[in-house]
């Protein structure tokens, strides 16, 4: 899927779906843009400027003794690139390969992964004062993975830190750790 083909499909809906609900979100003019992608039916939005391509699941190679999450390697134009498989990392149950599977190459911490998704949702352009910081309720491992939850009209958009998800290694005696 071509990034620049989502970029103009969704600007045909922001007329419609991301005009500002409040006279003051108006005036403030501060928005993020997002791609959104769906997981067990959760919208889960990263920065735009994090995202580099959006590919459909290619050839992969699997590595030994890499943590289950890593579902293998990509060649991309010559750049070996790891994929994480989004739903592993979560602790979702694996899921099959669709004709609507995504990988999202996002660039973090100075390098390219790929990231495993169901389905790459829109681009989405979101009042940050929409933004919510992670709830007090959520504990644990999710409050690393989780930078906020954007409201936009009647959904719910978990905006993710895509550091910690990439980059936070598993601990044998204590779940995870940084």
């Known amino acids: 899927m071509d990034l620049n083909k989502l970029l103009v499909n969704s600007k045909k809906n922001l007329d419609t779906d991301d005009k500002p609900d409040s006279h003051e979100e108006l005036h403030d003019g501060k928005f993020v843009q997002l791609v959104s992608f769906m997981l067990d039916d959760v919208e889960y939005g990263i920065d735009i400027l994090s995202v580099h391509e959006i590919l459909r699941f290619p050839?992969?190679?699997?590595?030994?003794?890499?943590p289950p999450f890593i579902k293998g390697v990509i060649n991309l134009r010559g750049n070996v690139i790891p994929v994480v498989d989004m739903r592993i990392r979560f602790g979702f149950p694996e899921g099959g390969i669709t004709d609507l599977t995504r990988i999202i190459v996002v660039e973090t911490g100075g390098k390219q992964v790929g990231i495993l998704v169901d389905n790459v949702y829109q681009v989405v352009r979101l009042p940050v004062a929409s933004i919510d910081p992670p709830s007090e309720l959520i504990t644990g491992i999710s409050e690393d993975f989780i930078s906020g939850i954007g409201r936009l009209r009647d959904r719910?958009?978990?905006?993710?830190?895509?550091?910690?998800?990439?980059f936070l290694e598993e601990s044998e005696d204590k779940g995870f750790s940084a």
């Open 156 to 166: 719910l958009i978990v905006l993710l830190n895509m550091t910690q998800i990439i």
């Open 59 to 66: 050839e992969m190679t699997r590595l030994p003794n890499t």
